[in-house]
C-alpha cells in the first residue's frame, strides 16, 4: 500500500489549494478515506472522509463549508479542496485509509507521508 | 468536537509496563467501541497500534494492548522498550459522524 500526497504549498490567507493523494497496493474503491492534519508541534487533528463510492462525505466544523473532498475510483485518486484559506489551517496534511472495507469512519492502518500547507501572506 | 484526553507525557524504565489513559465522553468512547491507537516519531506519519478498543493489526508487538471502560480508554505497553519512545494518539469515531483525536502522550523510556 502507498499513499502518496502532493499539492502543498505557501498559499496567502483567503485563498485556494487543492490536494491530491494517489493510492496503490490496494482496491482503492473498497475503502473510505479521510484527510488528518496536524498543526507544526501539534497533534492530529481529522479533517474529512468521503465513502469508498463518493457518495458520502463529512467535514470536521473547523473545515465545514470551505473544504470538499471528493475521490476519483477510476484514477485511484483522493482530493482536498480547500478554499479560504486560514492561517490556523497551516498543518502537514496527510491522506489515511480506513481499516476495514466499506467501513466509513473508525481507523486508519495507512497514511501518506504528508504535505505541509503554509497559509501566510 | 472536543479533543479526548491523554496525559501529556508518562515515561518508565525499560522493562517497566506503562499505561497512557484516553479520557472522553458517553458520545465518543463511551458510546462506540472504535478507539484506536497511533504511534508517530517525530516528522514521521502516524503508525496504527490499536484499533476497535483492542484489536492489533498485523506485524504490531503483543506488547501493546487496548483496553475501555466506560468513558476511557487505555494503552499499554508491557515490558517498555527504548524504541517506543514517540508520541502516542488515541482517537474514537462520535456520534456525530466524525473522529476525535487526543492531545498525544510523549512517552519517555529512561
Known amino acids: 500500500v502507498q499513499l502518496l500526497e502532493s499539492g502543498g504549498g505557501l498559499v496567502q490567507p483567503g485563498g485556494s489549494l487543492r490536494l491530491s493523494c494517489a493510492a496503490s497496493?490496494?482496491?482503492?474503491?473498497?475503502?473510505?478515506m479521510s484527510w488528518v492534519r496536524q498543526a507544526p508541534g501539534k497533534g492530529l487533528e481529522w479533517v474529512a472522509v468521503?465513502?469508498?463510492?463518493?457518495?458520502?462525505?463529512y467535514f470536521a466544523d473547523s473545515v465545514k463549508g470551505r473544504f470538499t473532498i471528493s475521490r476519483d475510483n477510476s484514477k485511484n485518486t483522493l482530493y482536498l479542496q480547500m478554499n479560504s484559506l486560514r492561517a490556523d489551517d497551516t498543518a502537514v496534511y496527510y491522506c489515511?485509509?480506513?481499516?476495514?472495507?466499506?467501513?466509513?469512519?473508525?481507523?486508519?492502518?495507512?497514511w501518506g507521508q504528508g504535505t505541509l500547507v503554509t497559509v501566510s501572506s | 468536537q472536543s479533543a479526548l484526553t491523554q496525559p501529556a507525557s508518562v515515561s518508565g524504565s525499560p522493562g517497566q509496563s506503562i499505561t497512557i489513559s484516553c479520557s472522553g465522553t458517553?458520545?465518543?468512547?463511551?458510546?462506540?467501541?472504535?478507539v484506536s491507537w497511533y504511534q508517530q516519531f517525530p516528522g514521521k506519519a502516524p503508525k496504527l497500534m490499536i484499533y476497535?478498543?483492542?484489536k492489533r493489526p498485523s506485524g504490531v508487538s503483543n506488547r501493546f494492548a487496548g483496553s475501555k471502560s466506560d468513558t476511557t480508554a487505555s494503552l499499554t505497553i508491557s515490558g517498555v522498550q527504548p524504541e517506543d519512545e514517540a508520541v502516542y494518539y488515541c482517537?474514537?469515531?462520535?456520534?456525530?459522524?466524525?473522529?476525535?483525536f487526543g492531545g498525544g502522550t510523549k512517552l519517555t523510556v529512561l
Open positions: 468521503i465513502s469508498n463510492s463518493g457518495g458520502t462525505t
Open positions: 458517553s458520545d465518543d468512547v463511551g458510546s462506540f467501541n472504535l
Open positions: 476497535e478498543v483492542n
Open positions: 497496493g490496494f482496491t482503492f474503491s473498497n475503502y473510505a
Open positions: 482517537s474514537s469515531y462520535t456520534g456525530s459522524t466524525t473522529l476525535v
Open positions: 489515511a485509509k480506513s481499516t476495514g472495507q466499506y467501513q466509513l469512519l473508525s481507523s486508519f492502518d495507512y
